[in-house]
């Protein structure tokens, strides 16, 4: 079979979705080339800064990797930016749905919340409140917020900063996104690896 036949699911046969369920298991197997890729893209988005994006998100997984971080977190930091492209309004959000399978749910928060929290450093430029962050203040993760921001994203925008190359961070990409997805072994971990 080359597809199926169908034209509405409700018609499709049990054959026909285990063939659709095979060629569904390659493709989720091939999400860490397609995140390579879509990391590579980034170094040719968003103008204006001294570095990339590419480059801001390499140099926030070196430095979330220098600080120690553990392997969720690194990899969390180097994605963490992925959704500029086609979510520049929700990118934060977009890069969080991505990691939710793969990581602990501190991990999946942090990311979502990032673009929030990074606005206590500059939306007092545009008139707007940076304060926002605080309606989280308590939340159990609102210091791991707080540190992923300060430590690895806000600080990552130095062109003389020694960064790692892509190919540093490939292996840990490839691990995280091949776990078995929603592993509640994985996603229940507790942050005790830093």
Not at 80 to 108: C, F, K, W
Not at 144 to 161: G, I, K, L, N, T
Request: proline share 6%.
């Amino acid at each position: 079979m080359k597809q199926v036949a169908f034209t509405q699911m409700k018609e499709g046969t049990r054959e026909e979705y285990e063939f659709l369920r095979g060629l569904e298991h390659q493709y989720i197997r091939s999400l860490p080339e397609r995140l390579l890729e879509a990391l590579k893209a980034l170094g040719h988005s968003l103008q204006g800064y001294q570095v990339s994006r590419l480059e801001h998100s390499l140099q926030s997984a070196t430095r979330a990797e220098a600080d120690g971080a553990d392997i969720d977190t690194i990899v969390a930091a180097l994605v963490h930016d992925i959704g500029d492209e086609l979510a520049p309004e929700n990118h934060s959000q977009m890069a969080a749905a991505i990691l939710r399978p793969y990581v602990r749910a501190e991990v999946t928060w942090v990311v979502e919340m990032h673009g929030l929290f990074q606005m206590r450093y500059y939306a007092h430029h545009y008139g707007m409140d940076p304060d926002g962050y605080l309606h989280h203040k308590d939340h159990p993760w609102f210091d791991s917020c707080v540190r992923f921001c300060e430590r690895y994203d806000q600080a990552a925008f130095d062109p003389a900063y020694p960064t790692q190359p892509l190919s540093h961070f490939e292996p840990m990409l490839r691990e995280v996104f091949s776990r078995k997805a929603f592993d509640p072994a994985v996603l229940q971990e507790p942050a005790t690896r830093r």
